[in-house]
């Protein structure tokens, strides 16, 4: 980071511009269940202690799903999380106006609870430091657009990117045992989406994450998540106990 800042300013004396503080953006992907949000808070408190980054802001794409209403419309409520519920528009205009060096920028709010876009409240970042975007696809590669040119990607304005893996069947264990938990706690909540599943025994309850995995998050993980590791600068790889077994640092 303070490498980046130091080319920044060298780039700046050159062209004889005034060098302005530009917030270093972070992106931080990996499957449902694999650990990315853990990673991108605990990255977030470290990186807050560091003298010259005492701002240091945490955004998730969650935010920038399409609210159900529209998926409906769409009718892909069931791919929710799949490249295609997003409003990638929304996500790179935030992105774009962040590292622009924009006084306030503003984020919608995701609701884990109520499973949709919160309205009437945003989240709202006033030029970080640094700014961190987890989330499933912030990976993706640019989309080409109907000239024939290709469009912008999210990482593009990136300078830095980790990508969390592990074994599919680890992650899948995961999914299952915090499907598990929060039938226990978060779905037993009255607003909640799935609180239907409140009720279901213990093999009931297994039987129901495995299937949503099999049938939902393993294919996007397959085919659109998965895919994007070898964008990323940095690839952590976790083993069954959680903890990570093998790093491995793109080349400059």
Known sequence: MEGTAHLHRLTSGF?????????????????VAVGKSTTA????????????????????TDGFLHPNSELERRGILHRKGFPESYDQRALLRFVAEVKGGAEEVSAPVYSHLTYDI???E??????????IVEGLNVLQPPRMRADGRLGVAVSDFFDFSVYVDAPSECIRQWYVERFLRLRETAFTHPESYFRRYASLSDEEARATADTIWRTINEPNLRDNVETTQGRAALILTKGADHAVRRIRLRKL
Do not use: F, K
Request: net charge positive; charged share 30%.
């Open 118 to 120: 919160v309205e009437d």
């Open 41 to 60: 808070r605990i990255l977030r408190e470290l990186m807050a202690r560091w003298p010259h980054t005492p701002r240091v802001e945490l955004v998730t």
């Open 122 to 131: 945003r989240i709202v970042v006033h030029r970080p430091d640094v700014l």
């Open 15 to 31: 062209l004889g511009e005034r060098p302005e503080r530009t917030p270093y953006v972070i992106g931080v992907a990996g499957s």
